[in-house]
C-alpha cells in the first residue's frame, strides 16, 4: 500500500521557519517524483515544489525562500520554508508522480496534508 505522511506543520510568526517532512511507504524516491502543493480556503491547489532524481523545481512565489531536499536512506522529502509570510498560510499536501511537474494533474498519491499557519 503506497501511503505519504506529511508533518512538520505549526503556527508560526511572520519571518520565521518551518521544516515540513514527507514520508514515503510503498514506493521509492528512485522511481518518483515527489512534489510540495499547498490549498487555502477558495484558492486552487497551488505546486510549491518538486524534487526529482535530485533536481529541484520551485514556483516564483517562494524561489529564494523555500528548499526541497530528498534523503533517499529515510524515503523521506523535505521543505525548508524560511521567510515565511502570511500568504503562505495553507494546507501543504505532498504527493508523488511518474515525473517532475508544478501542476497537481500528474500526481497519483497524495497525503492527507499538514496545516501551516502563518501570523502577521
Known amino acids: 500500500e503506497v501511503q505519504l505522511v506529511e508533518s512538520g506543520g505549526d503556527l508560526v510568526q511572520a519571518g520565521g521557519s518551518l521544516t515540513l517532512s514527507c514520508a514515503l511507504f510503498?514506493?521509492?524516491?528512485?522511481?518518483?517524483?515527489i512534489g510540495w502543493f499547498r490549498q487555502s480556503p477558495g484558492k486552487e491547489r497551488e505546486g510549491v515544489s518538486c524534487?526529482?532524481?535530485?533536481?529541484?523545481y520551485y514556483a516564483d512565489s517562494v524561489k529564494g525562500r523555500f528548499t526541497i531536499s530528498s534523503d533517499n536512506a529515510k524515503n523521506t522529502v523535505y521543505l525548508r520554508m524560511n521567510s515565511l509570510k502570511p500568504e503562505d498560510t495553507a494546507v501543504y499536501y505532498c504527493?508523488?508522480?511518474?515525473?517532475?511537474?508544478?501542476?497537481?494533474?500528474?500526481?497519483?498519491?497524495w497525503g492527507q496534508g499538514t496545516q501551516v499557519t502563518v501570523s502577521s
Open positions: 510503498g514506493i521509492t524516491l528512485e522511481k518518483y517524483a
Open positions: 524534487i526529482s532524481s535530485q533536481v529541484a
Open positions: 504527493a508523488a508522480a511518474l515525473g517532475p511537474s508544478l501542476r497537481p494533474g500528474p500526481y497519483g498519491y
